[in-house]
């Protein structure tokens, strides 16, 4: 309680002193749920069930001149253990960009190359994260030098090239760096392409990602397609973790949409129990399933009832774990 009241004094306080300056904006937004756990491969979690903030930001956006921009930003979130804890504030964003024509260069905490569209036009983080994301096999934000562009002017060919510390928001550990880069290719206006490339080079362990995504973008309606293939070398030791993700989206009515979402795992994901929100079996392949409703008459407030269903195959032992079950009642709103 005390660490969050001390972050609402700081909110206030930078508030107060940023307003001074003027030409900036303040913006923000927050989701959450009311869960409950129906079925779980960890019997301990059946039944639980109870409110919880996913995720809370406070932006504040400016201009420092003609070509130049900035953007400091706030998270704070509940750990999503199922054990007791507080919302646990840090920094999401802190950067200075500068636009050069059709480029930008962007010195800081920024969005990484590795999801950022994909996440764009799922539409959905509210509702769930992006597949690495969710998986932890990727970080959505670094520490270092992005630059990035459309390649011709009629923006139908795009990059996103970042330079790293390869340790997400937090502060550097060793000489170790991390390079991605994104290619976007758009060559109708209902089509999106997309390549990814990236390396981590770590004192213990390297990794790499190769990635590509597909999307059709159609009046009320997106469909995406991602193929995913993460490996990582620790001495001897090496972990792969293949995936394949397919997401829909459609309007049916001015306040209402329907979307769905098939994540498929080729391979155990060792990390799998220390996803937040939703713990997965680390010794067994998976299949996510997400269903879901989004009502609201106003983009700022919107209410999303969905269900989260994961089924497993065998453990190497042959033991099948239990299937995850966990209807939802997603809420967002801006601030």
């Known amino acids: 309680m005390k660490r969050l009241q001390a972050f609402a004094m700081a909110v206030v306080l930078l508030a107060s002193t940023l307003r001074s300056y003027g030409q900036g904006q303040f913006s923000g937004y927050v989701f959450g749920d009311y869960y409950r756990i129906v079925s779980n491969h960890r019997s301990e979690l059946k039944g639980k069930n109870g409110f919880w903030i996913r995720r809370a930001y406070f932006t504040y956006d400016r201009k420092l001149g003609e070509n130049v921009s900035s953007r400091l930003r706030f998270e704070m979130n509940h750990p999503g253990n199922f054990t007791s804890g507080q919302a646990t504030p840090y920094v999401k964003d802190a950067y200075v960009a500068w636009k050069l024509g059709l480029h930008q260069v962007v010195l800081g905490i920024s969005p990484t190359p590795t999801y950022a569209k994909i996440e764009d036009l799922w539409g959905y983080r509210a509702v769930e ?93 997106q469909f995406g ?95 099948k774990p239990a299937t995850d079950l966990i209807p939802r009642l997603t809420f967002y709103f801006a601030l």
């Open 225 to 319: 397609l991602q193929y995913s293939d993460y490996r990582e070398e620790q001495g001897p030791k090496e972990t792969r973790v293949r995936l394949v993700s397919g997401f829909v989206t459609t309007r049916i009515a001015s306040d209402l949409k329907l979307f769905g979402r098939v994540d498929r795992l080729f391979d155990p994901n060792p990390a799998g129990d220390r996803i937040s929100y939703l713990p997965m079996d680390p010794l067994a392949k998976s299949t996510l399933l997400i269903l879901g409703a989004d009502y609201g008459k106003s983009p700022d407030v919107r209410i999303m009832p969905n269900v989260e269903v994961v089924k497993y195959g065998a453990r190497p032992g042959g033991q």
């Open 129 to 221: 994260k992006t597949p690495l994301d969710l998986h932890k096999l990727a970080d959505s934000r670094d520490f270092g030098l992005a630059v990035k562009g459309k390649l011709s002017p009629d923006g139908g060919l795009s990059y996103h090239f970042m330079l790293g510390n390869g340790n997400g928001v937090g502060a550097e550990n060793d000489a170790g760096k991390c390079v991605m880069l994104a290619l976007g290719m758009q060559p109708i206006r209902s089509l999106y392409l997309e390549l990814f490339a990236g390396a981590n080079f770590h004192k213990e362990s390297d990794s790499r990602i190769l990635q590509a995504f597909v999307a059709y973008l159609v009046a009320g309606s």
